[in-house]
């Protein structure tokens, strides 16, 4: 089950033709679709694509009243290999993930697929996770459309824009036999907007006629001599295929502009930022009007040469606005340019700042170094760049340009601390709060079952000293973070294990690599344990099972312990991991328990036992648990059913305020408060109302020896007739014995009230 | 400042909204809202966000544009124009900012998204402390003065209150006084109704959420009739409760006397607090022993000139040599445990009625040093070297104990523990710390006359020294370290200030790298 429902919000894939729809951007596109007569859907989860799997999982009954049929994919790669339904049989096809981390798992088939070229519409969704918010390297798909002659779109962000890429996507794929990508970056993933709907179709083709009556055509097949003339075929047949589809339906668009000698070029993508930016400069209106001419490339791959020269003719110089690097684009428009002879000047890269995300504010930046060379009477009569400050200090603060930052120094980070600071924003304004607001990386939830894992293993290295430890993709990486500083390294989903492959000596310590239940799945039985069996590993495998592919949503996975009515799940990773030959396993079935966390690590650290060993360490996932489990004991509670309701507490008096528990438990319920106390200046912790009553730091406490002020406070929701005479008579002794106890104390008191 | 300003936007530009939200706070819930409540009321709105990874605890910010369809005209072929509106809030172009926590509100601010020509700041003033400032050893909450006092500058409005609190007295969530604030700023061409509509229409927790939305609209008046903003107090510290006119009980009346007549009246708050711990802690003639401690500094502090300095000796050692005197141990938490006020405490944390069944259970794990320090000296010495009965207790002690105060069982255990009280003074563990308060008083004393300042700050090293087990054995050590160097630097004339800056290092983190650091860095040796 999934953490966010659609179940509400695909009603709207219902719509009646001619509706306008107001939704996010991944339900936009579900309806595209859906309207494009698909065949099937597959994907990967991840962000910011994780929702689109997710609205397709509760569109089901939808999906199936039109004859779709989707699937989660086992990864990226069988997502892609997915799409060879569309190979020899007329069916439109779709996948999604997240990239370019998806996409480097998918390229061995997207390689294929693109070689041998596509009978039925293929249409790949990829959310670029590029910029601010993304949760991994930055990189450009753009590099694997060019590389293996995919089309890339790249709309306008707007949800009729980027609904019509899926209608055009898959024609075009069609006209031109070739697998298309569809953009889509993290803002336009979660932009609320609207579009007008078409009428849902039903595929013209079906899976089912494609299994009866089966076609094969060898020349399709990635077989030499039949790949060699793939090679041709896609630059002598499909690539003028392509390029005549987007010039008679002119997916790129033209927008004049009353200063013709200069003019910009950019993604589609990028359009609405550069538009807001040109506003500033006074260069442009709220809907679109532009003084400078404009060429928006709603195609970023291929590029077409003769709208660029068509678009060049007669102009000074262009600036072209591409994301990120390198400078394809760039390089590209300086090829068409001067193999034609035509003289305007590309500008880019050289204006702009060559890495990271355009803002606004950079892309303000940019557009005024174009302008103050070459029109610098227009920017002298536009709005200031800087914004209005005070005049009393306007002196004190430095120019609001931001200062770039040289890659080298975010490079050169070694202490997680340090990474913590170098996620932070720029500091640019409000210099006075530098040092004073505390950065906000990422953690685990409340009452998350990985905590007590890496408090655990915190121990176990105050015991046996550091080890060398291998992290991989998901929640689990959070660990990196303060405050448990854990994990070395991170190399790609399911990767742990592999990454600690050359660790592999004789020596004092062993390692150690984490990996989660996700990751495993995904490719980490075979690429981790199945190759640390193979290889005789002598280290230390930790697996996370928490029930779901926790990172991404919780969705579920082969070994999800919950009924789900489309997929076959319960599928235990130990016994996974034993029918690939691991002999030395341990399932910790109650992560909580810090103690037999502790010694079933130190006991893989330390056994005498030579080759693998894996330590699957198996509670529910928090979030998941939680939105399960509260309404059913609301339920109990109303029904008169007997409930213990827990929370946990800290005494304040007995807390010492030396945070030795958060150090190790990091929990964002365990916070601090005012000690109450004169005599006790430093504040102690605390634990808030978000407490789900886990009860890892009362553990941690337990297991470090730390100090005695944690309790577990138990409510009994309806209680038997019993249980209410044994209250009574306790509270009776009990209050006896503390009136006493509090006689004496107030026979030695200076003040009335006693606490 | 304008309370009823109005934004509609215009033809030009759209009204632009940030929200900065963490993690779980219902942050996109407060948007959907805004747009829900835009688009019934003939507005176009586009909101985006950049979730990623920051949906777990981290920050994420939301922005939102909005323009009036009244706004919209049509191009000469018929169609509409539409608005191209931004995917992110732009520096100084950002109308109304909404922050769901005060260091959000410092974020919003260190982005350039509030300022002063534009921006209302909406900011709950509640803090969620993030977890750098929690693992501090010491204290290491950010400064929300300085935050406050920026957001009054940077914005052009700005509208603060504990919305938190707010929201849980109202049976809801934050998101909701947030939504009703901003009804309340009236900045949005929107009336209170439409407000409350758009939160009938989301149909979930709607009454708790009318409750919590109308108690967020009537936080915006409230801020207006502005009581003072930064209020001077650390929100980290106690005051101590003045000195009673009489002592609670008879018996200690005589010490309380003693206070009020030999002590500098500006200690004797602080005094009252010391001598009660130590009286709660042992008995009367402990309490007894403090002040004959306390006026042996106090005479040294007269001596060294300690008026013009408004005995400031006195005033701190009041406070650490009751915190030193009630060293934590077995003893102490038992007694606090089983506190009936204790009791009603732990029932209003989960807001249980005073019928209903509730109870806790302790986690205690004491160490076989703990279990030695109860015993006497000489029985120590005698019982460690016999390695039966070291096993013995030892497995005794086991894995710890899981004790219910609640029960008759537990709490006569817990009282039984307690009443150790009496033999505290013969055990091992009082002579350790009875010595090691005599040496430090002592030198506290021969410094005062040769360096005030460092003897105050020899004083103040005591708050190092806190705990139980290893946590009070780390703190012992660096408070030991700290006394070594009041003894190296002893000769310097900024010797005081050193110190200090040892002290300040020793909190910043639990395995004493900043101390080490700070030791390297004045060329103390090794």
Redesign the interface.
Known sequence: MAERSFAAEVQQLRAEPGTVF?GEGILAVTKALLESGVGYVAGYQG??ISHLMDVLSDAQPILKELGVHFEPSASEATAAATLSASVMYPIRGAVTWKSTVGTNVASDALSNLASGGVTGGALIIIGE?Y?????IMQERSHAFAMKSQMWLLDPR??LTSITQAVHTGFALSEASRTPVMLQMR???C?????FVTQENKRPAFTLKEALESPVRDTSRIVLPPAAYLHEHEKILDRWPAAVRYIEEHQLNEFFDGDIDDLGIIMLGGM???T??AL??HGMA????NSRLPLYVMNVAYPVIESEVLRFCEGKKAVLVIEEGQPEYHEQTLHTIVGRAGVRTTIHGKDMLTMAGEY???ELKKGLAAFLDRYRPSALAQAKPL?????PE?ASAVPA?APVAKAPSTQIAVTSP?AA?AAAA?L????P???G??????????VGCPERPIFSAMTLVQEQLGQHHIAGDIG?HL?AA???FHIGASTMGYGLGASSAAALNVDASKRSIAIMGDGGFWHNGLTSGIGNAVFNKADGVIVIVDNNYSA?TGGQDILSSRADNTHRSTYHAIETAVRGVGVEWVRTVRHTYDV?TMRNTLNEALTTNYKGPKVVIAQSECSLNKQRRVKPQIAAAVKRGERVV?E?F?V?A??C?????C??LS?C?S??????????????VAHVD??CVACGHC?EV??A??????????????N?SRW??TV?TW??K???W???R??RA????????E?? | MSSTRTLGGSAQRPITIAVLAMGGQGGGVLVDWIVDLAEHNGYLAQSTSVPGVAQRTGATIYYIELFALSHLSAHANGQTRQPVLALMPVPGEVDIVICSELMEAGRAMQRGLVTPDRTTLITSTHRDFATLEKVVPGNGIADHHAVLSAAQKHSQRFIQADMQSLAKSSGSVISAVLFGALSGANELPFTPTAYEETVQRAGVGVQASLKAFAAGAKVVAQALAAAPLVDAADPMATAPQPLPQRAASAAVEPLRLRIETQFPPHAHAMLGAGLQRVMEYQDIAYGTEYLDRMQAVYSADQNAGGAARGFAATAECARWLAVAMSYDDVIRVADLKTRPARFARVREEIGAPAGEIVGTVEFFHPRLEEIYGLLPPKLVRTIDGIGWVRKLLTLAIGDGKRIRPHTLRGQLMLQAMAGLRRWRRHSLRHATETEHIQAWMDKVVATLPVDYALAVEMIVCRRLVKGYSDTHARGSSKFDQLMRAATLLALQSDAAEQLRGLRTAALQDAKGDALRAKWVQLGLPA
């Open positions: 107001r962000s910011p996770d910029g601010e918010g993304s949760s962000p707007n993290v803002r336009s979660h932009v609320h907007g609207s359009y609405n930022n538009l807001r506003m500033a209106d709220l809907f679109g803002t606004v504010t800087a914004w209005v400050r005070k200090s609001a601390q913590v924003p500091r640019l304004a409000a006075e709060l530098n004073i607001v505390p950065p906000r990386p990422p953690g685990f939830c929640c959070f973070m303060p405050p990172a103690t309701k929370k507490g005494d008096a007995v010492s305020g030396d945070h030795a958060i150090r990091g964002p365990l916070t601090l408060k005012n000690s109450g106390d004169p005599l006790k200046p430093d504040p109302d978000g009362g406490a337990d470090a020896v730390l100090c005695p002020s944690f309790y577990r406070t138990e409510w009994v929701r209680p249980e209410r209250d306790r509270r002794a009990v209050g014995l503390q009136q106890q509090q104390l107030q026979a030695r008191s200076l003040y009335v006693v606490l």
